[in-house]
């Protein structure tokens, strides 16, 4: 059986698995960088998941629309820093990138309306509407299809830092 | 050469035969228009059809929004201009978010329905799966094990290679080779649910390392390709009613130079004495029962040609004779007994099979059993083993 381990607070403690950081200018130099990032991260630590290889589809494919959502930020100058962090059956995401104040105030909507009851009709009727899908839509998809939990924490600096908690082990086939 | 380059990337293609449009490998663009010919090839499938067009998605090991978004649009906007068109999805269960995705069509247009393709898949497993079968499966591993721990190394096996066991099913052969050989991995493969859960279970009792088990399609695998010193597939190909797919995809994931090693039946040769002409009949029966279901449990003589018609080279060979006298006897009169229980049973029930002919059939079977443990008797359960190479 594996063991719980809990700070003082009384959260689980997430203990690290890999950090990856690159200049922003670097990342959104090349459109191929999201898909790199997070096959390779997801190869990295899917390997002691009880099913790896659905382990590694499943979480690159989660982790790699957050990397296109950062990747589209309007803010030029900062880091990307991606760490991954686990608890028991979950994965945690936290992915921080420099962006400007509006986009800020548009990810903490997004992120607040992802839990509500109207979201799981939102993101099934997405696809009717939009040409391209928007962000809200990457996050809600999350939420769905991955039984993610989000949340925005603070960042230094003209930076977001999004919180993404995957149990992909405990999603159903 | 990074490895990124080895990283697959799509294909799309329509099959104007059987109307079904398919697209496969790692589908993340930036911009849409970078799936120009991908989408253009989607419209002129749709102008072309009637009826029916199937897009199968089984393949897909990666989609972004953005494409899943310009493929849909085509599709949708299909449904809405040519109402007479139905689309059926055809994904896999084995891609995980692949039926969640695209199920998200059927909300929006009636004309859309989404099939997991594999859902009702593999005819044999539902006879076999189910957790009664386990004990059975386990003894059978058990009894060829004393064989083939010989003759594996006469197939490529040795110490330190990374392998492959493909239709692991419990696992308790790929623990055998760990134990055995010391591969330095081991991924191991099933599409039964319960089976793998199974195995999962034996490995955290028994502490075990350096297998990952690995819930999958062995016709169409998410695998990587050519990264295999050896590939093992042992009694599969003949409860499935393709194996020619099954090879072309241990084929795929064999390093070039590395062995692909498959085991099988010919049921109608299993034989016992006494009572030899009961048994003989019973089992001509088996074979014929099994075709039924579109399997072939004559199979295990005809591993040479598939694995020459597979493209292998170097094909090695020979049988072994799993009998009564492996050890205990009883082991023997236990498997027969599950074969019995289900060849007899369920199976026979499904084919619709009168009360005459079911008590006949039994009595081969238990002609078997009492040849098995009769002190003078001799049964027999007949395997063969065939192996090639991938060429350089």
């Known amino acids: ?173 | 050469m990074s490895p990124y380059n080895l990283l697959p990337r799509f294909k799309a293609q329509y099959d104007a035969n059987s109307q079904e449009f398919s697209i496969s490998g790692v589908v993340r663009p930036q911009a849409i228009d970078e799936l120009g010919p991908s989408l253009a090839l989607l419209r002129e499938a749709i102008g072309r059809v009637r009826g029916v067009l199937y897009v199968n998605v089984r393949r897909l090991a990666q989609m972004n929004n953005a494409a899943f978004y310009a493929f849909s649009r085509i599709i949708i906007d299909a449904c809405r201009a040519r109402p007479d068109l139905k689309f059926v999805v055809v994904t896999s269960s084995v891609v995980g978010w692949t039926s969640r995705k695209f199920g998200r069509l059927t909300r929006l247009e009636p004309n859309i329905t989404v099939e997991e393709y594999d859902s009702e898949f593999y005819p044999g497993q539902g006879f076999l799966e189910e957790g009664g079968f386990v004990p059975i499966l386990r003894t059978q591993t058990k009894m060829t094990w004393r064989h083939e721990r010989e003759i594996l190394p006469r197939h490529g096996m040795r110490p330190g290679i990374v392998m492959a066991d493909i239709c692991c099913g419990i696992g308790d052969f790929a623990v055998l080779v760990q134990k055995e050989f010391q591969p330095s991995r081991i991924v191991a493969l099933d599409h039964s649910i319960s089976s793998l859960n199974y195995a999962r279970q034996v490995m955290r009792e028994f502490d075990i390392r350096g297998i990952e088990y690995t819930y999958g399609d062995a016709s169409e695998m998410l695998l990587d390709e050519a990264q295999f010193d050896l590939v093992t597939c042992r009694h599969s190909l003949q409860i499935f009613n393709r194996p020619e797919l099954i090879l072309k995809e241990l084929y795929r994931i064999c390093k070039p130079g590395g062995r692909i090693y498959i085991t099988n039946e010919k049921n109608s040769h299993c034989l016992g004495e006494p009572r030899a002409e009961s048994i003989r009949w019973t089992y001509n029966e088996v074979a014929k029962l099994f075709a039924h279901f579109e399997m072939d449990v004559e199979l295990g003589p005809k591993s040479r040609r598939y694995l020459i018609e597979a493209g292998l080279e170097d094909i090695r060979i020979e049988t072994f004779m799993v009998t009564n006298l492996d050890g205990d006897p009883q082991d023997f009169a236990d498997v027969i007994v599950a074969w019995s229980d289900v060849y007899a049973g369920e199976m026979a029930a499904k084919r619709g099979d009168g009360p005459e002919f079911v008590a006949r059939f039994r009595q081969g079977f238990q002609d078997h059993i009492f040849a098995a443990l009769h002190p003078k008797g001799y049964a027999g359960w007949p395997i063969w083993v065939a192996s090639g190479r991938r060429p350089q």
């Not at chain 1, 700070?7 to 790199?36: L, N, R």
């Not at chain 1, 990397?67 to 686990?86: I, K, M, Q, Y």
């Not at chain 1, 939420?143 to 993404?164: C, F, M, P, Q």
């Open chain 1, 1 to 173: 059986m594996r063991s719980v381990h809990h700070d003082t607070a009384g959260q689980p403690t997430f203990e690290p698995m890999i950090q990856i950081d690159m200049e922003i200018k670097t990342f959104v130099s090349a459109w191929k960088h999201c898909d790199y990032v997070s096959t390779y991260m997801a190869r990295m630590i899917s390997q002691n998941r009880s099913d790896s290889v659905r382990h590694l589809n499943l979480f690159s494919s989660a982790f790699n629309e957050l990397l296109e959502v950062a990747f589209r930020t309007r803010h030029a100058d900062g880091e990307l820093a991606c760490r991954v962090s686990r608890h028991g059956a979950t994965d945690r995401i936290e992915l921080t990138f420099p962006c400007v104040p509006e986009e800020r105030q548009f990810y903490e909507k997004a992120v607040s309306q992802v839990a509500g009851s109207e979201a799981r009709e939102r993101y099934l009727n997405s696809v009717s509407g939009d040409l391209a899908p928007s962000r809200e839509v990457v996050l809600l998809e999350l939420a769905v299809d991955y039984n993610a939990t989000l949340r925005v924490e603070e960042a230094e600096g003209d930076a977001i830092k999004l919180v993404v908690d995957l149990p992909l082990e405990g999603l159903q086939h």
